[in-house]
């Protein structure tokens, strides 16, 4: 695919040797110059053909590895389907040098994942910026590229994890009909067949044909590896020339994909009837892959048409009662791809009637041309959300895996100018050019009386498109900054406002002059909020849309204007904010994120909708084994009278209530509860700290609440043990939660080996004890895991214990869980466990606090609790000092099998 280096050299003395048996010193390190260089970002490229991204960061305290494979579903053939997919898992199942690499990526405290799409798979993982950290991560994707096990047991037991994601994908209605969709509306094309596979195929996969998919695509001249982060350029160029150089190129070569989808010649329909509670209906247009010029229009327009709250979609469908939600979105590929419009309705209203009003708005468009406001407003949100993206290098080193995968990497700056540049006539000629009858695949069939074709313009070389590309100036670069306990305390100053707001700054230089901002107002007290949840629950969702000066259109279009990124809602005990910003757009992102708590609009017809789209919410949750059988883990867990304010109500309960809440109460709720009376902000990034303080200052004086703050306790209370199974008909996937209350809080000397006991029971990726047993021994779950929720305020923990699995297969997970931690209460845990957690974790948290938009929300948080970061600190000394000892004594001390109560959620016909 990309063609060589010139270091032939390197090439013949690697074709000498076998990989697995080279020392990675062995041959002479080569300088590697660079192959071109556009913002920040340099390539390189490696004799056996890697090519290699380096995007150095100092202002983060970690780095990111990506490998991504230039393979995915488009690649597979006939009884192939999802091997790509199945694939990704048995690369997490070890290599001679790295026999468990889930251990060891929880060991490094890394926050990793690998994903498989219809061009691409990659493997990533973020970290510490250690060089220990570094150099393990680097070995590890070096060996894992061609010497992963991929092992007929790993098969047998993996192929039954990936069917129950198989599963867990059949119960969204959503999900499958798109995937129908898709089936229809590509004939011959593999974009036409779902990344996760046919289950046949995955059932009866031979373990030969998945190693020679192997050995065919992961090799170093069909990857990319990208590194982001905190490091030295010429000292990481060494370090990939160490573990990657050594790697021969390939005597295979890969053969084209040829297969194009033909023009469509007729609308096309599908139907999918299945037992659910809400109705869905969308069209779907064929359109260019993401690498055509034309498709910056296509994004553009999709933004114009399906944007929440100002798309057209949203005013011609949800405005006037027709659909609870609307939405609209393209997917960038390689390959000519496909726009999609959805509809989302009531299961008792006229679908037929709603399907007429979204295809009038979609195919209509040379009757309502285009204006230049709505384009100017999508290009604004596009761009925004561009350019928040640049200000993080490690969301750029994930990001370049889909450019990478529709054909170089540069795209992702060319597609920026291009949206840019997109006239109002552009975005026009596309749809009129495209969203057309016969180019569509929605649900019935009519004659055509003549042949009426859409040509998809095929990109016949990206190459030519970026040789030339240059790029604009770097975005500005940030400090070193070191985000130990101690540093983070003398950087941060803590004011009080004369309203008694408090306020934590933590003022430093950050890439793209970036800043984040998080708020917290707590509300009322346990008598004021008695019987309040749903109208505080639907408060809190109204406040973004509009205020009393501006629509909810409006406001969205001053936040683009602005640069940010805003989340602001509430609920029955709170109100809270987050903002992502840029420092010459803080005061005034600040100044509207007040106006919006303080003075919301309380729109009629926006609450109308709202109470539509929830109504839809809910009651799709009503069938859904996961939502049913995590909100009854909820109720035990919040075992309050009704009307109390941390009462949980059923599904049903919610409903009632919803429909129940007027709009005066709604008034009613923010007049009497909402001020800055208990407040807390916190601000991190690039900004004035005076100006902050004194734009705080006057943008919340003198706003009171009429209600009385006084935090509501959550004590401690043993739980009544009891058992219970919800049957959800027609579901293929299932869910299986344990639940108990422990009565330990962070204050509790046992906090620290509770929480380490849990890591090693149910949290790390995919290593603990129960993903290793109902994952990787079992093969019944594709996610299992435990949580310990331990509260700061209250001597409490909420515990529970979790797999998703076929119906059929809910009691042998019983059997497993309740087997894992019989063995773990008797035997306890090995000091190699101990330690390789307290590893994970303590990593963990240094690569949380290097992460601005999570310590921002710890500052905050820690105002509330009236603490600061040597509180954790503290925490993280007492985690570090514990042995196997210490961690089983506390698990014997609180966990006892006949204390947890067992939830069940599936189709229970299939037990049969």
């Known amino acids: 695919m990309f063609q060589l280096s010139r270091f032939n050299r390197t090439k013949r003395l690697v074709k000498a040797v076998v990989f697995t048996s080279l020392s990675a010193c062995s041959l002479p390190l080569l300088a590697l110059e660079p192959v071109t260089s556009v913002e920040g970002i340099t390539e390189y490229r490696l004799d056996n053909g890697l090519q290699v991204l380096l995007f150095p960061d100092p202002t983060k305290e970690t780095v990111t590895v990506n490998v991504t494979y230039y393979v995915g579903s488009k690649h597979e053939n006939y009884g192939e389907t999802g091997m790509a997919h199945l694939l990704e898992h048995l690369v997490f199942k070890g290599s001679p040098k790295h026999k468990d690499i889930p251990a ?39 060996d894992r590229m061609v010497n992963s096990f991929i092992a007929k047991k790993d098969l047998d037991s993996e192929m039954t994890v990936v069917r129950n994601e198989f599963e867990r994908g059949e119960n969204s209605p959503f999900r ?7 089936a229809t509306a590509y004939e011959w094309h593999n974009y036409g067949k779902t990344t996760i596979g046919a289950r046949s195929d995955l059932e009866n996969v031979p373990i030969d044909r998945l190693q020679a998919f192997y050995k065919k695509y992961y090799q170093p001249d069909n990857a990319t590896l990208i590194i982001a982060g905190k490091f030295e350029n010429d000292d990481m160029i060494k ?73 057209r979609l949203h005013k011609g469908l949800v405005e006037k009662n027709l659909a609870s939600q609307s ?105 009129e050019t495209y969203l057309a009858r016969n180019n569509r695949t929605l649900g019935r069939f009519i004659p055509a009386e003549q042949a009426e074709r859409v040509e998809i313009p095929q990109v016949t070389n990206v190459s030519d498109m970026v040789k030339d590309y240059k790029g604009r100036a770097q975005v500005a670069q940030g400090e070193a900054f070191d985000p130990s306990h101690d ?56 406040l973004m ?32 904010a987050s903002l992502q910003t840029t420092k010459p757009n803080l005061t005034a992102a600040l100044n509207l994120m007040a106006d919006v708590l303080k003075s919301p609009g309380f729109d009629g017809k926006e609450f109308a909708q709202l109470k539509s789209t929830r109504e839809v919410a809910i009651e ?51 007049k009497d509860f909402y001020g800055a009376n208990s407040m807390q902000i916190s601000v991190v990034g690039d900004f004035d700290q005076q100006e902050v303080i004194e734009t705080l200052e006057q943008a919340f004086a003198d706003w009171q609440s009429a209600q009385k703050v006084i935090p509501i306790k959550h004590p401690y209370q043993k739980l009544e043990v009891k058992d219970q199974n919800f049957n959800t008909p027609d579901k293929e996937n299932a869910v299986f939660v344990a639940s108990i209350s422990l009565p330990v809080g962070m ?12 890591y090693i029971l149910g949290g790390g990726f995919l290593n603990s004890r129960l993903a290793t047993r109902l994952r990787q021994q079992d093969g019944l779950s594709y996610g299992a895991g435990s949580f310990a929720d331990i509260s700061y305020e209250d001597n409490r923990t909420r515990m529970g214990a979790y797999a998703i699995c076929a119906p059929q297969n809910l009691d042998k997970v019983e059997v497993g869980f309740k087997e894992e931690l019989a063995r773990l209460l008797k035997g306890g845990f090995t000091n190699d466990e101990i330690e390789q957690a307290k590893s994970g974790l303590l990593q963990e948290q240094k690569v949380s606090r290097s992460q601005d938009k999570e310590l921002v929300r710890a500052l905050r948080y820690n105002l509330y609790l009236q603490q600061d970061m040597q509180f954790s600190k503290a925490f993280e000394q007492k985690l570090a000092s514990l042995t196997a000892e210490d961690v089983h004594k506390v698990m014997k001390k609180y966990l006892k099998l006949e204390d947890f109560s067992i939830i069940k959620a599936g189709d229970f016909s299939k037990l049969k």
């Open 176 to 182: 499958i009909t798109l995937q129908r969709m898709f």
């Open 747 to 758: 204050n509790s000397d046992d906090a620290a080996a509770l929480e380490l006991g849990n």
């Open 104 to 142: 060891e990526l929880s060991a490094h405290g890394a926050r990793p994942n690998g994903t498989t799409w219809t061009d691409r798979t990659n493997y990533y993982e973020t970290f510490a910026a250690t060089e220990e950290n570094i150099n393990w991560a680097l070995s590890m994707e070096s």
């Open 545 to 576: 849309r509009g205020t009393a000066s501006l629509s909810r259109d409006q406001l969205k279009d001053e936040f683009d204007k602005l640069k940010t990124s805003a989340s602001i809602g509430g609920d029955n005990q709170s109100a809270f």
């Open 327 to 431: 939405f609209g979105f393209n997917f960038q590929w390689a390959e000519p791809s496909a726009a999609m419009y959805f509809a989302e309705v009531d299961k008792d209203a006229d679908l037929d009637k709603t399907q007429s009003a979204l295809l009038n708005v979609v195919e209509s468009i040379n009757q309502q041309p285009i204006t230049d406001e709505e384009v100017e407003r999508a290009k604004r949100t596009l761009l925004k959300n561009i350019e928040l993206g640049f200000n993080s290098s490690e969301r750029i080193a994930l990001g370049l895996s889909e450019w990478v995968g529709m054909g170089d990497w540069r795209l992702l700056f060319l597609n920026r100018d291009r949206i840019e540049n997109v006239t109002t006539a552009d975005v026009q000629k596309a749809a």
């Open 239 to 311: 370090l990939v020339e160490q573990y990657f150089a050594p790697i021969p190129k390939p005597e295979r070569v890969i053969d084209p994909l040829y297969t194009s989808e033909p023009a469509q010649d007729g609308e096309r329909q599908v139907t999918v009837r299945r037992v659910g509670d809400v109705q869905l209906v969308g069209a779907m247009y064929h359109i260019p892959a993401g690498s055509h010029p034309e498709f910056p229009a296509l994004s553009v327009l999709s933004e114009v048409l399906g944007a929440n709250a100002t798309g």
């Open 487 to 542: 540093n983070i305390d003398n950087r941060t100053q803590v004011v009080t406002l004369s309203n008694g707001v408090q306020v934590a700054l933590l003022s430093k230089k950050t890439r793209g002059e970036s800043v984040v901002v998080s708020l917290s107002s707590q509300l009322g007290n346990e008598t004021s909020l008695a019987g309040k949840r749903m109208v505080g629950n639907l408060t809190g969702a109204m």
């Open 620 to 670: 799709q949750q009503l069938q859904d084994p996961q939502a049913i059988a995590f909100r009854e883990f909820s109720r035990r867990q919040s075992p309050f009278e009704k009307g109390h304010p941390k009462y949980v109500p059923t599904l049903e309960e919610s409903l009632a209530a919803l429909q129940e809440v007027t709009l005066a109460q709604v008034n009613q709720f923010h």
